[in-house]
């Protein structure tokens, strides 16, 4: 079994910055790929970035590429999404989830445990 625990979600003016943890316990950690997928309210799931098992790749929604950087310390079991010039529309809870495999993909399916996830709210 693996748990996953985000933080750092909170209220922040557009264009402000914030910086997401999720750290997991188990120690399927550093051998999986990890992705983050964000809910806005009366939307579906979606997926917004994602790292392989080493961190070496990593890949972006178009919506978030350029502003937002996932990033993974292995040693402290963690994965970080870094958020800048955030923008009203970023505005969900955001889940961090586990793969099943080394390597990445952008399909909610394809990973076996999730976090309770994170509010981040962007006003204008």
């Known amino acids: 079994q693996v748990q996953l625990v985000e933080s750092g979600g909170g209220l922040v003016q557009a264009g402000g910055s914030l910086r997401l943890s999720c750290v997991a316990s188990?120690?399927?950690?550093?051998?999986?790929?990890m992705g983050w997928f964000r809910q806005a309210p009366g939307k579906e799931r979606e997926f917004v970035a994602a790292i392989n098992w080493s961190g070496a790749r990593t890949y972006y929604a178009e919506s978030v590429k350029g502003r937002f950087t996932i990033s993974r310390d292995n040693a402290k079991n963690t994965v970080f999404l870094h958020m800048n010039s955030l923008k009203p529309e970023d505005t969900a809870i955001y889940y961090c989830?586990?793969?099943?495999?080394?390597?990445?993909?952008?399909?909610?399916?394809?990973?076996?445990?999730w976090g309770q996830g994170t509010q981040v709210t962007v006003s204008s």
């Open positions: 989830a586990i793969h099943r495999d080394p390597n990445y993909s952008t399909k909610s399916d394809d990973y076996a445990y």
């Open positions: 188990g120690r399927t950690f550093s051998s999986s790929a």
